[in-house]
């Protein structure tokens, strides 16, 4: 048994009726009994926490923090639980995730064995049945990559199997890519002579007809456009879900990284203000406002609006597509399919991502930008080293999402320029093994997600899961930085010089991610002066083999000294 877990109740409060009395500041809770993993390297493990308003107190020895026991004190015995920082999720879309996985049919599939197309095709059928003719049968979770036989993809006439009257709208687990059978297209005004909407694409085959295939979000409007929003009480209801899910895995706060993407900017602001403040959605949130969303004449939105339960502190920008899609923007061709000459595509020129990112950089906003293959990556650096005049410049954290496949010169220049990369390190789990042995190849895959030399070069980098691109699980995240197994069988180890180790991993999950998003000095770790944010799990992660991470069960989550979530 646990020392402290031999500490009984009575122990603690054999403290003298006139030392409570004199005791000044009492704790309003003290934690102790189990492991306590602080995420603070000064201090990296303790016996106690005492908290008081919400905020932490005093960290220690639990006979340091009995001087801080009142009459009302709660005295919580962890027995034997492990207590550790809230875990940080930098990079959510939380009201997409809501819109795909409780609005939208979610067909997404993160297990084995592969979806077939017969089978996609059948569970979207069984779907449809729900809807009347002229209604809109939407679904998201369709991934090639992760399809037998591989990369099959769902095109308008497989999508006329589902039904020829009611128009059918997949998006792709990327959110890249989307799939729209015939009645689709013709509800969205399109035909074969149809141009390309400004930064997206409509697919056509080798006879100029349009496939129902489609890329990127200014294609994907000229669906939405025609489809009707749900209620607001719909709206809510689903990100309320989104929320659990959030605090069932730890997450005590999370990024929503496209404000605005899709009820524009002043619905979604309204919406979180509201939803955090009342407890629906019971995490804190940073904000950042997607780019194409941003108010043209903007007056009512300013770089730190709000506070520590809801801010505004970015502005986001989609560079590239996807890698596992075959559209992240890469500086030599896929591998896939063989002999093809796709590099996949650039969602902007570099004059146009300078242009979009300088004036909201000027303002204040903390710059996060999306570039996924190589060759965004290297314009998203060329246009920070031009907004990175001085030092404290360095200072304003930049942000690279994904970051997935860059060189090692790009990795030196991110230092240089003191970016803050932020990995889905779900692709060396859910889609390794398909870089490694068909889309890029061994060269190119070995330099996904390189976390290993980023520690080396002293760099700070966060894990997220893109959600809802991957599940939401921050244990897992660090599971697959310090293991970087593949899903499918044989399974292999994803490039083990870039593996790192489980405090490493841990780091990217709470203080690292609570770096990117400018909060370090106020959650990340469990220290004096830091908000009372906890995940109590069963097993302390330290002591766990990296891949078993994973399995590792939150029983509660603490915010503002407060208990979110208990499991049942």
Request: hydrophobic share 35%; net charge neutral; proline share 5%.
């Amino acid at each position: 048994m646990h020392l402290l877990s031999r500490i009984t109740f009575a122990s603690i409060c054999l403290l003298s009726a006139s030392q409570i009395a004199n005791a000044a500041g009492n704790a309003d809770t003290i934690f102790y009994g189990g492991d306590i993993v602080t995420m603070n390297r000064s201090q990296p493990a303790a016996e106690a926490v005492a908290v008081q308003s919400g905020k932490i107190m005093k960290v220690g020895s639990l006979s340091s923090l009995k001087g801080l026991q009142g009459k009302d004190t709660k005295l919580i015995n962890l027995n034997g639980q492990t207590l550790m920082p809230g875990l940080v999720e930098p990079h959510v879309h939380i009201i997409g995730t809501a819109f795909s996985e409780e609005i939208f049919l979610n067909l997404s599939n993160f297990t084995m064995p592969h979806d077939t197309i017969d089978g996609l095709v059948a569970k979207l059928t069984a779907y449809s049945k729900n809807f009347k003719d002229g209604e809109w049968v939407n679904a998201f979770g369709v991934d090639p990559s992760r399809t037998d036989p591989f990369m099959s993809e769902l095109t308008a006439d497989i999508l006329d199997r589902v039904s020829t009257t009611k128009p059918v709208f997949v998006l792709n687990q990327s959110l890249h890519i989307a799939y729209a059978n015939h009645k689709a297209l013709e509800m969205a005004g399109l035909n074969d002579s149809s141009p390309n909407p400004k930064g997206g694409t409509l697919l056509k085959d080798g006879k100029g007809r349009l496939t129902g295939v489609v890329y990127e979000v200014p294609a994907f409007e000229l669906f939405l456009s025609k489809m009707p929003l749900p209620t607001q009480e719909v709206i809510e209801q689903a990100v309320a879900k989104v929320g659990q899910r959030l605090v069932s895995k730890g997450v005590t706060t999370s990024a929503e990284i496209t404000v605005g993407g899709y009820l524009g900017v002043d619905k979604e602001y309204a919406l979180f203000n509201t939803m955090t403040r009342n407890g629906k959605l019971p995490v804190r949130v940073r904000g950042y406002m997607y780019s194409s969303a941003y108010p043209t004449s903007n007056k009512s939105y300013k770089p730190g609006q709000g506070d520590d339960t809801f801010k505004l502190i970015g502005v986001k920008i989609v560079a590239d597509g996807s890698n596992q899609g075959l559209t992240g923007a890469m500086i030599k061709p896929y591998d896939y399919p063989a002999g093809t000459s796709n590099t996949g595509t650039l969602n902007f020129t570099e004059q146009e991502l300078y242009d979009l990112a300088k004036p909201r950089f000027d303002e204040g906003w903390q710059i996060s930008v999306h570039s996924n293959g190589d060759k965004s990556i290297e314009q998203t650096l060329n246009v920070f080293s031009k907004l990175v005049k001085k030092p404290s410049d360095a200072k304003s954290r930049l942000r690279i999402e994904h970051f997935t496949v860059p060189t090692e010169a790009q990795i030196d220049k991110a230092a240089k320029l003191g970016v803050v990369p932020g990995f889905t390190i779900g692709h060396t789990d859910y889609w390794g093994e398909a870089f490694h042995n068909h889309l890029i190849g061994a060269e190119r895959a070995d330099r996904i997600d390189p976390s290993a030399t980023m520690i080396k070069k002293g760099m700070h980098f966060a894990y997220h899961s893109d959600s809802p691109v991957s599940p939401i699980h921050p244990l897992k995240y660090a599971s697959e930085g310090a293991s970087r197994l593949w899903q499918v069988a044989p399974q292999k180890v994803l490039n083990p010089s870039q593996k790192v180790s489980i405090n490493n991993a841990l780091k990217a999950i709470t203080i690292d991610a609570a770096y990117q998003l400018k909060m370090d000095d106020k959650i990340g770790s469990v220290e004096a002066g830091k908000y009372a944010d906890f995940a109590i799990v069963n097993q302390n992660p330290m002591k766990t083999d990296a891949y078993k991470i994973r399995d590792i069960e939150v029983n509660e989550t603490w915010v503002n000294g407060k208990q979110v979530f208990k499991k049942q």
